[in-house]
T-cell receptor, first 116, second 112 residues
């Protein structure tokens, strides 16, 4: 039973346009959400996070939106750059980074390709 | 900040052998995590330490797996009597409490 779902295995966008990556979750106990980026042969790198008390968090070209009623979050990258080409993982935790539990639940990832 | 370091990067072993991986976290971090990632999947939580105490273990961590973090510094993950299903990327991460995880580049295990 997948608690965090990324239903699009891949996404291709043109350089300079917006990339929108989507994530759905089923566990209503999740209260913290994160996006990680992963290049081949490297570990995941933290990108941006959002607490369930917010509906939007922005950091430069990256914005994460949270819709709690729909149990849905999305990552917007504007403008997209070829260097953004990577696999993006959505992750969730219960208890603020799993403050008492210590673990993140990851989706399967979406491979983003940004074409010049 | 030298990042999370994992050794070895690759390990090929025969079924039934024991293997041990090492993780050196970011020195100031008090939490250390082990995750496993198989092809086409996201990382899956295995276990985590706060300082030297192992606070949680996933049901994925069978009794063939053991992790230690002596003195709250580096950590080792040992797999005994390896099986082909153990083939995966083993990722270590570290963090402060209530902070994002910083991952290493992983150890890729292949069991033949």
């Amino acid at each position: 039973d997948q608690q965090v779902k990324q239903n699009s295995p891949s996404l291709s966008v043109q350089e300079g346009r917006i990339s929108i990556l989507n994530c759905d979750y089923t566990n209503s106990m999740f209260d913290y959400f994160l996006w990680y980026k992963k290049y081949p042969a490297e570990g995941p790198t933290f990108l941006i996070s959002i607490s369930s008390i917010k509906d939007k968090n922005e950091d430069g070209r990256f914005t994460v939106f949270l819709n709690k009623s729909a149990k849905h979050l999305s990552l917007h990258i504007v403008p997209s750059q070829p260097g953004d080409s990577a696999v993006y993982f959505c992750a969730a935790s219960a208890g603020n980074y799993g403050g008492s539990q210590g673990n993140l639940i990851f989706g399967k990832g979406t491979k983003l390709s940004v074409k010049p | 900040d030298t990042g999370v370091s994992q050794d070895p990067r690759h390990k090929i072993t025969k079924r039934g052998q024991n293997v041990t991986f090492r993780c050196d976290p970011i020195s100031e971090h008090n939490r250390l995590y082990w995750y496993r990632q198989t092809l086409g999947q996201g990382p899956e939580f295995l276990t985590y330490f706060q300082n030297e105490a192992q606070l949680e273990k996933s049901r994925l961590l069978s009794d063939r797996f053991s992790a230690e973090r002596p003195k709250g510094s580096f950590s080792t993950l040992e797999i005994q009597r390896t099986e082909q299903g153990d083939s995966a990327m083993y990722l270590c991460a570290s963090s402060f409490i209530n902070s994002p995880l910083h991952f290493g580049n992983g150890t890729r295990l292949t069991v033949t």
